[in-house]
DNA sequence: GTCTTCGGAACATAAATTTA
DNA sequence: AAATTTATGTTCCGAAGACG
């Protein structure tokens, strides 16, 4: 992979799977998909760290992925998530390409010049002057464009370090945006309302840790319903197509030394032991579905899963009193004059007023 | 509840650096 | 020269405060 983020993806041992708290739903999935269960209860997807730098994942034997039902290989396509495990890639061939996903979110765009109105207020802005929202609040008269202010040149950096765009082994990151489509033709675009959709809305809502890709089961096999509290999870086996096609936890420990991926150790149930409760009957009535968007415009901040609010830390805002937006009041000098690195030799200040 | 304010993620893109 | 990476300055999302 390349693009982006100099962070260290975790191993697959270490991953931890997002809390499913779940929006997909049976209907997407024939029916079958989610099993049943406590929340909690089954990972929404597998996840495996991609090859590493120089492999070319032909046998799956010491430094090399395996085969397609364990890895997801090749690689999914950035902001791709693969629909189906992948049948084809280097090393195997077998039916054509999975359907594969459009990027999960479309760019915010942004004017190129918000009036100063806009600005000060931190609002989105348009090209109209005076722009819609001056004329909303009656300010039409002080909307103007605001001067932006040259980049300083002459600023030495350090090296760059090489993303290696476009080796044979090169795949980009889940989530990438910016990547093109691979020789031969465009991503698959999902049928709306279809699997592939409904599979992409999952991973809107559980992104993958940077460095991991997704890896969805579709609902082939039918459900099996977990074993008693105390008793061990049954183990699965797909790859054939046969059931049971649901998720399962990977097992740590289970890993022969020195290969890569390690061949994973499926279980139902976590490394910790089975959920803590038992699901209702499998055999009820599904819960009732509701409609999921495949492109939910306003979804947790980020795709890769870093940054946000951490461990539920609020910082407190220090407050101005008084403003006035609503009316023809007064706006300030432009906040989009905040340094937010106060190391730079330059200084900027509020051009008064 | 509505409205304003603003922290900081997301963007856009120029400058610096590397490569052809 | 072009291609690529990085940094800088910006926009504006979304949620915290203010305020009935
Ligand atoms: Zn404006
Ligand atoms: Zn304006």
Redesign the pocket.
Known sequence: MSTEQPKTAPSAQEHTFPPPTVAYTAQHFNGSYPPPGPPGAYPPYFAYPPPPEGTNGENGQNGAPPGPQYMMFPPPPPGMVFAYNPTQGPGFNAPPTPQSLPALRP????????CTN??A?????DEHRPCERCTKYGVADTCKD?Q???????????????????GPNDSPSYGDRDAEAPAGGEWATPTPGGTAAAIQAVAHQFPPSEGYYPMFYPPHGQYIPPPPEGQPGQEGSHGNGQPPMMPYYIHPGSYPPGTYPPYPHFSMYPPGGPPPQQPPHPNSHPPPIQAIETVDP?AP??INGN??VENGD?????????????KAKKAKGT???????GD?T?ENEVEGE
Do not use: H, L
């Open positions: 760019k915010r765009k942004q004017v190129k010049m918000a806009c600005a207020a931190c609002k989105r802005c605001g932006r202010k040259e980049r300083k040149k002459g600023i030495k950096r350090g090296p760059y370090k090489r993303k290696n765009k476009g306003k901040k980020t940054n946000a609020v910082k407190k805002r220090p407050r101005t009193s008084k403003g006035a937006e609503s906040r989009a004059t905040r340094v937010k690195d730079a330059g």
